[in-house]
């Protein structure tokens, strides 16, 4: 059986919709996307189940969750009934028109109990989003009472020193800082390699032979993350590092069937080896001789069971984030 007893704190992803399509994103989010927002009912669902297993406060993510403001209150308002504490609301600020307007939507947030948004500022969101914006959503925040968790202050001056008022590729900045500018990034930024940031530094990882992944093979404890889980919209725990895996939390709460999971719970138990063992089996997945590490032979065969296949199965959701 596959169970949660405890989760101290986490994310929850409104939507997987977003204006852009960074290419570090780890949950693949682009506008490609539907445009399901986590309804009242749901939010209600899972808030209530994370005050049973000991969380009292969570973010709120996405996707761009404040893409429709007006949404996002009844996911706040459940949050409010149930006692839970909103941490702060992250946000790529694509959202920002001019001061009416986004002062409004501050103060509403502020009237459903949000002091605080996490405000993207690097490189990888600056290929989408002009700097002028970033910019005028912390001024509009300041005014409004709003605090901001600036995510991260590090990448301020190298961003600022491009022109503001349209956004910039990553091209233009190696250009500026150097070739190596993608792996200055990594290690300042301490990225999840995972989704669509894997993608993007794939060709830059060391290649290791198939048979030296499986002889360090060890279980991923996809279920250990309880303090920076996430759960989506639909009501699935998205594992801490491993997006494209998912289980509805009210199974995990009371013990979800590990036969139904069996991927998931394969990863969990034993590793890297023993999902290899069952895509040979089961589904005739065909090894190569080498990938750029476990992470990449993992996603190769979900690649394989979710796009080649067309397989719909229950553990590897969502499955757009294998398209996107
Ligand atoms: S990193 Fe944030 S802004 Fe960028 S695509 Fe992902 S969700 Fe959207
Ligand atoms: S091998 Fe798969 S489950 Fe394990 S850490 Fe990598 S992506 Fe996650």
Redesign the pocket.
């Known amino acids: 059986m596959l169970k949660i007893d405890y989760l101290v704190s986490g994310g929850i992803i409104t939507n997987y919709k977003c204006t852009s399509v960074c290419k570090h994103c780890c949950y693949s989010s682009s506008p490609n996307w539907s445009d399901d927002y986590m309804t009242a009912a749901m939010a209600d669902e899972v808030f209530s189940i994370l005050r049973s297993l000991g969380c009292y406060h969570v973010h709120i993510g996405g996707g761009e969750p404040l893409l429709k403001p007006d949404k996002i209150l009844d996911v706040l308002d459940a949050a409010r009934k149930n006692n839970i504490e909103i941490e702060y609301i992250e946000t790529n600020s694509s959202w920002y028109r001019d001061e009416t307007s986004s002062n409004a939507i501050l103060k509403e947030l502020k009237a459903y109990g949000v002091n605080t948004l996490l405000i993207s500022i690097d490189p990888f969101h600056n290929e989408y989003i002009p700097f002028w914006k970033v910019k005028a959503l912390i001024e509009a925040c300041s005014k409004a009472g709003m605090k901001v968790f600036p995510w991260l202050m590090e990448f301020w001056d190298d961003i600022d020193s491009m022109d503001d008022e349209k956004p910039h590729s990553l091209d233009e900045y190696k250009q500026l800082f150097g070739h190596d500018y993608m792996m200055q990034l990594l290690k300042k930024y301490g990225l999840n390699l ?1 989704g669509r940031a894997f993608k993007t530094y794939k060709p830059m990882m060391k290649r290791q032979p198939f048979e030296q992944i499986l002889n360090e093979s060890i279980p ?1 404890k ?1 279920l250990s993350g309880i303090y920076h889980f996430h759960i989506d919209l639909y009501g699935n725990f998205i ?1 801490q ?2 997006p ?2 998912s289980i509805p939390l009210r199974e995990l709460a009371h013990g979800a069937d590990s036969e139904k999971y069996r991927i998931f719970n394969t ?1 969990e138990s034993v ?2 080896r023993g ?1 290899v063992e069952l895509a040979e089996k089961e589904y005739r997945y065909k090894p190569r001789e080498e990938y750029a590490g ?2 990449d ?3 190769d065969m ?1 690649n394989f069971l979710v796009l080649e296949l067309g397989l719909d199965l229950a553990d590897l959701k969502p499955v757009n984030h294998y398209k996107y």
């Open positions: 995972k991923c996809l594992p590092s491993c494209g895996f990863l590793g890297i999902f476990k992470c032979l993992c996603y979900r």
